[in-house]
Nanobody, 129 residues
Framework: QLQLVESGGGLEQVGGSLRLSCTAS????????IHWFRQAPGKEREGVSC????????HYEDSVLGRFTISRDNIKNTVYLRMNNLKPEDTAVYYC??????????????????????WGEGTQVTVSS
């Protein structure tokens, strides 16, 4: 069974950067679409970015577009989320999730799958102003 472990969270100042990692065991991460979610205190969980297992198609939510970059290293069995120009509203617990669903295209825009079978425990990101 696939297991996911997030790391790389921490305390960062506004405008700073962090790189989150999602490392898998028990399976090959290259076979899965990986999605980063986040949940801030008192708020619902929201999607951040995802990367497909096919051709590395990516999707970003508008709130992080241009600041966050998702990437994968299938040899290291790890997906990364590089977060630049951090804002206080980025403060949340960040989770990675995996599913073998591929997502879909609408025109040229890639959309993430809606449901995910495997989840990590999360890593806290706190951005101080």
């Amino acid at each position: 069974q696939l297991q996911l472990v997030e790391s790389g969270g921490g305390l960062e100042q506004v405008g700073g950067s962090l790189r989150l990692s999602c490392t898998a065991s028990g399976g090959s991460l290259g076979d899965y679409t990986i999605h980063w979610f986040r949940q801030a205190p008192g708020k619902e969980r929201e999607g951040v970015s995802c990367i497909s297992s096919v051709a590395g198609a990516q999707h970003y939510e508008d709130s992080v577009l241009g600041r966050f970059t998702i990437s994968r290293d299938n040899i290291k069995n790890t997906v990364y989320l590089r977060m630049n120009n951090l804002k206080p509203e980025d403060t949340a617990v960040y989770y990675c999730a995996a599913d073998q669903a591929l997502g879909w295209y609408s025109g040229s825009s890639y959309h993430c799958p809606n449901e995910y079978e495997y989840w990590g425990e999360g890593t806290q990101v706190t951005v101080s102003s």
